[in-house]
Each structure stands twice: as structure tokens, then as C-alpha cells.
T-cell receptor
Framework: GEDVEQSLFLSVREGDSSVINCTYTDSSSTYLYWYKQEPGAGLQLLTYIFSNMDMKQDQRLTVLLNKKDKHLSLRIADTQTGDSAIYFCAESMGGGFKTIFGAGTRLFVKA | AAGVIQSPRHLIKEKRETATLKCYPIPRHDTVYWYQQGPGQDPQFLISFYEKMQSDKGSIPDRFSAQQFSDYHSELNMSSLELGDSALYFC?????????????FGQGTRLTVV
């Protein structure tokens, strides 16, 4: 079945690195996404990784994928107070298939 | 670049009223998806359309219906609204005919039922 799980809360100090973890069950997923949602706002696509990749880096963001364990992580370097938000892990088989979201991890950044 | 457009951005309705949400996909995208995100919840898939035909169905209540029109825009019709329908409704679009393309989300319509 389809399921995406992630821890609900993470608290870090400003300037530290944040690592948000996610596990998924659908091995046929082609895309694995990280979305950011600030209070009252829409979904902002931060980054995504194809299932045939192990790592993707985009400025302060690093995505690691362990396909064998179906584990995805998002590392935010030099975390800032503006990074405080809910981060959703999501999976999809791509063109035409729905996206399945995890419950979201609420990131608190302490100044 | 053009994004997914949703209207209205905000909507307030009373219980038992009806609401219609609209979604305009990215040009040349043929698939539209609807999601519902309740307060403190993750987005839940409701329904999707490909080439004006329903292609997948999720947890959409019977009181809701949706369709995709010839210009590929989609409308989500919600009747007999309940307080629990208050949520952020997202539309997303993708191009199924292009291999390995992701879905792009709109900014959402915030529906408040009072």
C-alpha cells in the first residue's frame, strides 16, 4: 500500500543543520519530494529527487535517498529562523499519478 | 512561467450552502488533481482527471463532484457544506503524456464554512 511516514517535530538552533527524515512504502515511486508550508500558506516545492538518484544538493538543501530502505532525508545547512515551517515528504509515480504526502514535520528554529 | 491558478483564493460559506472551486492548469498539462488539507493535516488526495475523464478517486465525499472541461480547467463542486469541509483545497496539474514529469501545485483555495 501507499504510506509516507515522518516524525512530527524537530527543534534546532539557528545556524545548526536540520535533518528531517521520511520513510515510504511504495517501491514504484518515481519522484520523492520535499515541500515547505508556512502558516496559512500554500505548498512550496523545495526540491525533489528521482528514484534512481542517491543524492541531490541544491544550495543549503541536501536530499539523500536510500532506495533499499525506502528512506529519504532532507538536510538544511545553516538553518535560519525563516526556515521554520512544516516540511512534507511526498511520493509519486510521476506523470498522471497522484502524490501521497506524509503528515509533515514541524521545524522550530530557535534564535 | 505560468503556474496553476486557483480561484477564489478565499471563500466563506454557510452550512448547507454550495461552493465551486476552480482550477486552471499549466498550459499543455492534461491532468488535474484535487487535494484537501484540513487544519493541521497533510494534503489528502480527492480526485484526478486526465483528458476530461476521471482517472483516479481518493477520499472525496459523495457531496462533492468535479469535472474537467474541454479547455482542461477543472471545477470542484461542493454541496451541503459542513463545518468539517473547512480546509485548504489544492489543485495540481501535470502532463501525463510527457514521461517523468512532476505535478505542480496551485496556491490553494481556503474554504471556511461557518
Amino acid at each position: 500500500g501507499e504510506d509516507v511516514e515522518q516524525s512530527l517535530f524537530l527543534s534546532v538552533r539557528e545556524g545548526d543543520s536540520s535533518v528531517i527524515n521520511c520513510t515510504y512504502t511504495d517501491s514504484s515511486s518515481t519522484y520523492l519530494y520535499w515541500y515547505k508550508q508556512e502558516p496559512g500558506a500554500g505548498l512550496q516545492l523545495l526540491t525533489y529527487i528521482f528514484s534512481n538518484m542517491d543524492m541531490k544538493q541544491d544550495q543549503r538543501l541536501t536530499v539523500l535517498l536510500n532506495k533499499k530502505d525506502k528512506h529519504l532525508s532532507l538536510r538544511i545547512a545553516d538553518t535560519q529562523t525563516g526556515d521554520s515551517a512544516i516540511y512534507f515528504c511526498a511520493e509519486s509515480m510521476g506523470g498522471g499519478f497522484k502524490t501521497i504526502f506524509g503528515a509533515g514535520t514541524r521545524l522550530f528554529v530557535k534564535a | 512561467a505560468a503556474g496553476v491558478i486557483q480561484s477564489p483564493r478565499h471563500l466563506i460559506k454557510e452550512k448547507r450552502e454550495t461552493a465551486t472551486l476552480k482550477c486552471y492548469p499549466i498550459p499543455r498539462h492534461d491532468t488535474v488533481y484535487w487535494y484537501q488539507q484540513g487544519p493541521g493535516q497533510d494534503p489528502q488526495f480527492l480526485i484526478s482527471f486526465y483528458e476530461k475523464m476521471q482517472s483516479d478517486k481518493g477520499s472525496i465525499p459523495d457531496r462533492f463532484s468535479a469535472q474537467q472541461f474541454s479547455d482542461y480547467h477543472s471545477e470542484l463542486n461542493m454541496s451541503s457544506l459542513e463545518l468539517g469541509d473547512s480546509a485548504l483545497y489544492f489543485c495540481a496539474s501535470s502532463a501525463r503524456t510527457v514521461a517523468n514529469t512532476e505535478a505542480f501545485f496551485g496556491q490553494g483555495t481556503r474554504l471556511t464554512v461557518v
